[in-house]
């Protein structure tokens, strides 16, 4: 039966001018393989990947969304979707996922709401984005909404200091009697410069007395330009860091590991451009995009930037 279903469609198919090909003696197993649970009898297989996946999925089913409504929006099918960030009984957090294969409207889906969003809710929106200047759908709603774009490594006039000015960082000590700085910050600097470091950090077994002289010296570096309220940069560390003496003898490699490959970042022109000068990118607009587009090459400094626009955020 069914290689007659098989000869007739085939028929079909040359009716209307197309050429199928058919295999003889494997339709059975093919049948079979269609049913639940069986895929791994199937007598051929194909491997997939993300995109394969995702179409895989009904993701273009029409729903009515959240049970609140902060966002109201038409989808394809002409419906009506409810979209809320707020707190729900439904919803297990306030995080939301959009996938899909290329071409499916991931990007229009998501600037739908964006637009949405900042329009009508008047909320900041900070977009990460990885398309390019000349293919990032982001940056034609950030002109259309009076944001800003800033391409991170195509931009030459475009820096990132990931450290932070002085009155932002600037908290009262233990007893309420002067400025310090804030712990969480410092935790913060320290680890980031542990990292740019040690990029392979997490591995090492003394990566708490690498994060300890990190410490040190970004507590130094902000000692240094106290006076006049400089923001400190890379290169600020840095000199903290070959003045450092360490109070033990077994620190004294690691500082020195530290220091060298701290020096390979100021003397790369693209690392030393982006985050070893004063922050220049337009950060007061309601709507911010950051593109990280061509750091692909170079993955260490886009682990950094994409840390730095996180804590940024």
Same mark, same amino acid.
Request: proline content about 7%.
């Given at each position: 039966?069914?290689?007659?279903?098989?000869?007739?469609?085939?028929?079909?198919?040359?009716?209307?001018?197309?050429?199928?090909?058919?295999?003889?003696?494997?339709?059975?197993?093919?049948?079979?393989?269609?049913?639940?649970?069986?895929?791994?009898?199937?007598?051929?297989?194909?491997?997939?990947?993300?995109?394969?996946?995702?179409?895989?999925?009904?993701?273009?089913?029409?729903?009515?969304?959240?049970?609140?409504a902060?966002?109201?929006?038409?989808?394809?099918?002409?419906?009506?979707?409810? $979209? =809320? %960030?707020? /707190?729900?009984?439904?919803?297990?957090?306030?995080? +939301? &996922?959009?996938?899909?294969? *290329? @071409?499916?409207?991931k990007?229009?889906?998501?600037?739908?709401?964006?637009?949405?969003?900042?329009?009508?809710?008047?909320?900041?929106?900070?977009v990460?984005?990885?398309?390019?200047?000349?293919?990032?759908?982001?940056?034609?709603?950030?002109?259309?909404?009076?944001?800003?774009?800033?391409?991170?490594a195509?931009?030459?006039? $475009? =820096? %990132?200091? /990931?450290?932070?000015?002085h009155?932002?960082?600037? +908290? &009262?000590?233990?007893?309420? *009697? @002067?400025?310090?700085?804030?712990?969480?910050?410092?935790?913060?600097?320290?680890?980031?410069?542990a990292?740019?470091?040690?990029?392979?950090?997490?591995?090492?077994?003394?990566?708490?007395?690498?994060?300890?002289?990190?410490?040190?010296?970004?507590?130094?570096?902000?000692?240094?330009?106290?006076?006049?309220?400089?923001?400190?940069?890379?290169?600020?560390?840095?000199?903290?860091?070959?003045?450092?003496?360490?109070?033990?003898?077994?620190?004294?490699?690691?500082?020195?590991?530290?220091?060298?490959?701290?020096?390979?970042?100021?003397?790369d022109?693209?690392?030393?451009?982006?985050?070893?000068?004063?922050?220049?990118?337009?950060?007061?607009?309601?709507?911010?995009?950051?593109?990280?587009?061509?750091?692909?090459?170079?993955?260490?400094?886009?682990?950094?930037?994409?840390?730095?626009?996180?804590?940024?955020?």
């Amino acid at each position: 039966a069914l290689d007659r279903a098989t000869r007739k469609l085939k028929d079909a198919f040359s009716d209307q001018g197309a050429a199928l090909t058919t295999e003889t003696g494997r339709q059975l197993p093919a049948f079979l393989a269609t049913l639940p649970g069986n895929g791994p009898r199937a007598p051929k297989n194909h491997q997939l990947i993300t995109n394969n996946a995702a179409d895989l999925i009904p993701y273009f089913t029409p729903t009515t969304g959240d049970d609140e409504a902060q966002l109201l929006y038409h989808t394809r099918q002409n419906t009506l979707t409810k $979209v =809320s %960030f707020l /707190p729900s009984p439904t919803r297990a957090n306030n995080n +939301a &996922l959009v996938f899909g294969s *290329s @071409g499916s409207g991931k990007s229009f889906n998501v600037s739908s709401i964006f637009e949405q969003a900042c329009l009508v809710e008047g909320g900041p929106l900070l977009v990460i984005d990885v398309q390019g200047p000349e293919l990032s759908s982001y940056r034609v709603l950030a002109d259309a909404l009076g944001g800003s774009y800033t391409a991170l490594a195509s931009a030459p006039d $475009v =820096s %990132f200091n /990931p450290f932070f000015p002085h009155d932002e960082v600037a +908290a &009262l000590d233990g007893n309420g *009697s @002067g400025p310090t700085l804030d712990a969480e910050a410092v935790r913060y600097l320290s680890d980031l410069v542990a990292l740019m470091a040690l990029p392979e950090i997490d591995r090492r077994d003394d990566r708490a007395f690498a994060k300890e002289i990190a410490r040190a010296c970004v507590i130094d570096a902000y000692r240094r330009t106290a006076p006049d309220r400089r923001t400190p940069i890379l290169g600020d560390v840095l000199d903290a860091l070959s003045a450092y003496r360490p109070t033990e003898p077994e620190y004294a490699p690691l500082a020195r590991e530290m220091l060298l490959k701290l020096r390979a970042w100021l003397s790369d022109p693209t690392r030393a451009r982006l985050i070893n000068r004063p922050s220049r990118f337009d950060g007061t607009r309601r709507m911010q995009v950051f593109d990280l587009f061509g750091l692909d090459k170079d993955k260490e400094l886009a682990t950094i930037l994409l840390l730095a626009v996180r804590f940024h955020i």
